[in-house]
């Protein structure tokens, strides 16, 4: 008695042992539904690469842009992703330097890293600092200055914005 | 008989041990370095230390807080490992003193078959991008053989080497960034606590700055100059105001950005008098060189 026991004791470690299923993964995320929108600047930094390298203070590290100008805020600015594949901007009063209409695209459908606008001959990059919120409606541009000898980055400007309409 | 060669048995145990934990004596030069100093020399004495007498002496160091520590001459590639350390940790002797040997940076090494430079502390321990997070350093002197049979001086932070901090230094005149391109936002900042000595001081108690800005071409020539700027008072108690380039004003014919290479901020205040009327002092002209960003 004591023996079967054991012998069933054993089989049922045995068995707890098998690994667990993998679950289905989920289909990969579409993000163009998701840029498809108005968005509305609402917060423009700047960062100062080398200062924050060497974790200098804030006020030495990052300066928020967005109402540096009087009269010229940054938070005028919008840009509008239509579903089929062209673009407004408007940069309402703000010095923002954008196309403002033409075409986009992203630089993977998959995994995006990168708003791609252009108009006519012209093409400008737009790198998507994050889309971890993009289903909350809110998106991050970023703009790298790099040094020309080096490639090295010395300036970045993170835009922030969120979506004010779908579409 | 018997105890006389116990007792010099004794005594000449003590100086083995003692010579297998001397300290290498070590300068560095300049004295002072931080992460980001370049051309530093380290030359080390290893004059009655266990790795006196070896040719070929290896340096293995490390940087606490950083993943790997290990400084990168000691490996190739991979993960550092004690028992195959890497030739380009290998010290250069100085010449004609056989008891020292000096690293020097610039050092250009070969590391996974690819030539690296490293220029200075943060790189030699692959945190170039982010040299704010290396303090200090240490190291121990060793032979090629990581064995039983190898030599080593003493570890655990014995002999270490503390960098002076990357800090900020407050200045009277400062841009953010620190360097721009003409096409960046820039800010210029006042800091009066810190008026240097040649400037009017009535600049302490003037009131409602302003600044103007000039660009110039790449001879020193004026290409133009912006109207004056309201500034603000920041949280720093610096004056600051921003600016583009190209928000300034129009350029003269045949010029444009694409000319300008310096830029000149003069800031200016006004101290008033007691019958009212004010007198504008201005401060020096502060000048700095636009940077090539793509």
């Keep these: ?167 | 008989m018997r105890q006389l060669i116990i007792i010099s048995i004794l005594i000449f145990g003590t100086f083995v041990l003692k010579a297998q934990d001397a300290l290498p004596k070590f300068t560095v030069t300049p004295s002072e370095i931080d992460a980001l100093t370049e051309n530093v020399v380290i030359e080390f004495d290893v004059t009655g230390t266990a790795v006196e007498g070896l040719t070929d002496v290896y340096i293995w160091s490390w940087a606490p807080g950083l993943n790997p520590s290990e400084m990168l001459l000691c490996y190739d590639q991979g993960s550092p490992s004690w028992g195959s350390i890497s030739d380009n940790a290998k010290l250069e002797p100085v010449a004609g003193q056989p008891n020292k040997f000096r690293l020097s940076l610039p050092k250009t090494v070969t590391r996974a078959g690819v030539e690296v430079t490293f220029n200075n502390v943060a790189e030699l321990f692959g945190v170039g991008d982010t040299p704010g997070k290396i303090k200090e350093f240490g190291f121990l002197l060793r032979s090629q053989d990581g064995g039983s049979g190898g030599k080593q001086t003493p570890g655990d932070m014995k002999t270490s080497i503390t960098l002076l901090p990357l800090e900020f230094e407050p200045s009277y005149f400062r841009t953010f960034p620190a360097k721009v391109s003409k096409n960046d936002v820039v800010t210029a900042y006042l800091n009066l606590s810190l008026i240097e000595s040649s400037e009017n001081q009535k600049l302490s108690v003037s009131d409602a700055f302003t600044a103007t800005v000039s660009l110039l071409d790449e001879n020193g020539t004026v290409l133009l100059t912006s109207e004056a700027f309201e500034t603000t008072f920041t949280s720093e108690k610096e004056h600051a105001f921003s600016f583009i380039a190209e928000m300034l004003g129009a350029f003269p014919e045949g010029k444009s950005l694409d000319d300008v290479s310096k830029c000149q901020v003069v800031f200016s205040g006004k101290v008033y008098n007691q019958d009212e009327s004010f007198e504008t002092v201005s401060t020096k002209v502060f000048e700095f060189d636009f940077q090539d960003y793509e």
């Design chain 1, 1 to 167: 008695m004591k023996k079967i026991f054991s012998i069933l004791f054993v089989t049922l470690l045995l068995f707890s042992c098998q690994p667990d299923e993998i679950p289905p993964i989920g289909e990969a995320t579409d993000y163009i539904p998701m840029l498809t929108g108005t968005w509305k600047l609402n917060k423009f930094e700047q960062i100062d690469a080398d200062a924050e390298s060497k974790s200098f203070p804030a006020f030495a590290t990052v300066k928020d842009l967005t109402n540096v100008f009087p009269g010229h805020p940054y938070t005028d600015f919008s840009i509008t992703f239509n579903p089929d594949g062209t673009f407004t901007a408007d940069p309402g009063s703000s010095y923002m330097q954008m196309l403002t209409s033409g075409d986009w695209e992203v630089d993977d459908t998959e995994f995006p890293s990168a708003i791609i606008l252009s108009s006519g001959s012209e093409t400008q990059t737009i790198a998507l600092n994050s889309l971890a919120d993009v289903i909350l409606g809110k998106v991050e541009f970023k703009e790298e200055r790099k040094q020309a000898d080096t490639g090295k980055i010395k300036i970045k400007y993170i835009y922030s914005l969120s979506k004010t309409s779908e579409l």
